[in-house]
Structure formats: structure tokens, C-alpha cells
């Protein structure tokens, strides 16, 4: 099967995101643990019938495009995504089956990671679906787990657990075909913001005049 079905990713990647919060949605989109070393990335990758393509800026690299002519389907990939700076280790270069890059525009010579990521994969989905190429699926059983995990993470109350945990065992939600956000939200959301900020300016006037002239 071609296409994207999980991600393993380096703990340590994840040690400068302050907010708990913030540590936990971004643990509950990586579905195949944690591996340490570069080289453990490589061998893992091979195991598991996969090509390994890495982020690069040198000569060697070639150029990621969404609608590649000619280029055959997409294999099975783990992709390695290097710091703005630094980029990828000698040791994940050394391995990597294929360099890619982002051709970049204007004065941009590169993008931070997070960004770069989302735009590889993004051009990766591209390049799938104008080749026709069936998406990977995950085993119904391997599915189920996954959705149990992340279900449960995203609950913020006994009451929201147990009603995702139930909801998950009948095989998760119905998906929005359209997911497109209605004008009714949009002018929701606006009306939330609003009022936050009439409360932060409320809270700052009562701080400024207990601190007195």
C-alpha cells in the first residue's frame, strides 16, 4: 500500500513545548512511539518496508513537487524533517534513500520545522491523490486502539471520557464530509473573541486603578 499511515518521532523534539496541554495534542498524532538514536530511525524504517526520504538543501536534493509528471507511485515513506539550521543529521543523510526539498520563492531560503513538515507531507497527500494511489489504511484493530487512545486524550472530564470512550467503541465519529466551517460558527467564534477582550480590558482597568496613581 502506498501513502502515510503513522509517525514515529524523537522524544526529544517534543522537551521545549511549555504548555501540558499543548505536549499532550501534539503526543496523541504520533502512533508509533518514540525512537531515540538516527540510526534506530533508519533500521525501523526498513523493517517496516518503507523508503526513507529526508528534508535536505544540498546538490543531491530534489525538488518536492504535489504534481510530479512522469514519477512513478509513491512508496511506502518515513520522512525525516532536519532543523531551519542544522537540518537533518550526517548519519539520516547517509541513510536516506531520497533528499527532497521545497523550492522556495522571493528571498526564503528555508522554513522552520514545524511549517516545513506541514508543507512535505502536505505535498505528499498532493502527489497521492493526482496519482490515484489508494490511501494506506490502518488494520481494523490497530484503528480501534488508536482511537480509543486518542478519544480519551481529548476528553477534559470523567463525563467527556466515558462518553468518547463509548463513542470510540462504535467506531468514532461520523467524519464531516465537508469541513468547511458554516457562517453561524464563524460569528460565534467572533462574538467569543469579543467578549474576552472586553473582559481582559475590564480586568486591566480594575488592576490599573488598585495600583493608584
Known amino acids: 500500500k502506498g501513502g502515510l499511515r503513522s509517525t514515529p518521532y524523537r522524544r526529544e523534539t517534543l522537551a521545549s513545548v511549555r504548555p501540558p496541554y499543548a505536549l499532550r495534542t501534539q503526543h496523541a498524532h504520533f502512533a508509533s512511539g518514540t525512537v531515540a538514536p538516527p540510526e534506530r530511525t533508519s533500521t525501523a524504517a526498513q523493517a517496516d518496508g518503507r523508503q526513507l526520504w529526508v528534508t535536505d538543501l ?3 536534493a530534489a525538488p ?6 512522469g514519477e512513478p507511485a509513491l512508496p511506502r515513506l ?4 532536519g532543523s531551519e539550521g542544522a537540518g537533518v543529521s550526517k548519519t ?7 533528499r527532497v526539498f521545497l523550492p522556495m520563492c522571493g528571498f526564503t531560503e528555508s522554513l522552520n520545522v514545524s511549517v516545513a ?4 507531507l502536505q505535498r505528499l497527500l ?8 489508494p490511501f494506506g489504511a490502518l488494520p481494523a484493530a490497530e484503528a480501534a486502539a488508536l482511537r480509543a487512545r486518542w478519544y480519551a486524550d481529548l476528553a477534559r472530564s ?3 471520557l466515558q462518553l468518547f470512550l463509548e463513542l470510540a467503541t462504535r467506531g468514532g465519529a461520523e467524519p464531516y464530509l465537508d469541513t468547511r466551517r458554516p457562517e453561524a460558527f464563524r460569528e460565534e467564534q467572533r462574538a467569543g473573541g469579543k467578549r474576552t477582550a472586553a473582559r481582559r480590558r475590564a480586568f ?5 486603578g488598585e495600583q493608584g496613581p
Open 64 to 69: 518536492l513537487c504535489a504534481h510530479a509528471a
Open 158 to 160: 470523567e463525563e467527556q
Open 204 to 208: 486591566e482597568g480594575e488592576a490599573g
Open 58 to 60: 544540498s546538490q543531491e
Open 126 to 133: 498532493d502527489r497521492r491523490d493526482a496519482s490515484g494511489a
Open 117 to 120: 513538515a506541514a508543507l512535505v
Open 78 to 81: 518515513a520522512v525525516v524533517v
Open 92 to 98: 539520516m543523510l547517509a541513510a536516506a534513500d531520497r
